[in-house]
């Protein structure tokens, strides 16, 4: 990293923490075919519980581990607080990402309100989600309109399950001392893999549908790569060293295969494009910051070797270039749903994001411990 500045990066770390600590919600407002767009009320700003603001969270929380800052930490008690009295939507795939930040807070807060909330989501995780054939965690979702609602998803595994809701399964586990749930976020995380991951890219799908049993439109699409990229690595690193070498093994050699990918499709900017391997298609600022996130903890984690150090450098620069100046990040996707061709992706709204900001703090902190290392 070496023309990016220690200063530079902590400038924008502190902008774009600021800009999603007061990220407004979207106002009232109705769009003709909003489902293909991307448009999701609920997907903006930062007071509604669902996946956009819990990956924010968690980018907060993240920073928070080496960065000590008591009035964010504050913003953080008031949101769960304040979401707890005004009642919680469904529970769902999207609506556990909230949780994950809430296991490490708890930790110092001791809240037996927040402690009992996270053991009951676990259960049910385990006893009440639909599952799929072969027992994969049915993608549900929140219904569109309705926080109370959901949309099953009938029988489907999205990738973006693995950050969403199987690594706050395994880290309710390991915690708590429960082989039986780390079992099965460890079958999940393979599942995944399993009907997910191209074996001849070493890209991943979006989604698998097990009813006509395919990949829906086949797209190898950015964000969704991204959840693979650092959610593995968030995954293995929360054994601290006691996984299982040969799951470990297996997870790693599929994320590296991955990586090669992606360090081939990466544009001269530094980004990705929406759709990885169609240059038409817009670059994308969130699934960038993730895959980039990803890359510079493998080579932290020393599970990749130095040779990727030059396409993180330039995932960071051109991440920098898409801040503004009050923090706000650009080129960020609305949420997608399940497409069935390419021109879905691509049609998809661009927009400020809780999770753009979020997935944008987790790459610029690592970026900044790399720096430090040095």
């Not at 009035?71 to 953080?76: M, P, T, V």
């Not at 932290?300 to 070797?305: A, E, K, N, P, T």
Request: with cysteine; hydrophobic share 40%; proline share 2%.
């Amino acid at each position: 990293m070496d023309n990016l500045t220690k200063q530079e990066i902590k400038i924008k770390l502190n902008l774009v923490v600021e800009k999603l600590l007061h990220l407004e919600a979207e106002k009232e407002k109705t769009e003709e075919g909003s489902e293909t767009t991307g448009y999701f009320k609920r997907d903006f700003g930062i007071q509604e519980w669902d996946w956009p603001q819990g990956v924010g969270l968690y980018g907060i929380t993240k920073m928070l581990k080496s960065r000590d800052d008591e009035q964010r930490r504050q913003f953080l008690l008031n949101w769960y607080q304040m979401n707890l009295k005004n009642g919680l939507p469904s529970k769902n795939i999207n609506t556990t990402a909230p949780l994950l930040a809430l296991i490490d807070l708890n930790e110092s807060w001791k809240n037996p309100e927040f402690e009992a909330l996270t053991l009951n989501w676990a259960k049910w995780l385990m006893e009440s989600l639909p599952r799929t054939r072969e027992g994969g965690f049915q993608h549900v979702t929140s219904a569109n309109g309705d926080r109370q609602g959901v949309r099953l998803n009938d029988n489907q595994i999205w990738i973006d399950t693995i950050f969403m809701t199987v690594l706050f399964l395994n880290r309710m586990g390991l915690k708590y001392g429960r082989n039986d749930w780390i079992s099965e976020s460890i079958y999940q995380m393979l599942l995944h893999m399993k009907y997910l991951c191209d074996k001849k890219s070493g890209l991943f799908y979006h989604g698998w549908n097990f009813n006509g049993r395919h990949n829906f439109g086949k797209v190898f699409w950015c964000r969704g790569n991204s959840w693979f990229t650092l959610g593995s690595l968030e995954y293995i690193e929360m054994f601290h060293g006691t996984m299982d070498e040969g799951i470990k093994k297996f997870i790693t050699g599929t994320y590296k295969n991955q990586v090669e990918a992606l360090s081939v499709l990466q544009s001269k900017s530094g980004l990705w494009n929406t759709v990885l391997d169609d240059p038409d298609s817009y670059e994308e600022v969130s699934g960038s910051a993730a895959i980039a996130a990803g890359i510079i903890k493998g080579i932290r984690m020393g599970i990749l070797d130095s040779k990727y150090s030059e396409c993180a450098r330039s995932a960071v620069a051109g991440i920098l270039q898409n801040i503004g100046e009050d923090g706000t990040v650009f080129s960020v996707s609305g949420g997608t749903g399940m497409g069935e061709d390419r021109e879905h992706y691509k049609n998809i709204l661009i927009s400020s994001m809780a999770y753009g900001q979020a997935l944008v703090i987790l790459a610029l902190c690592e970026a900044l411990d790399m720096i430090e290392s040095l």
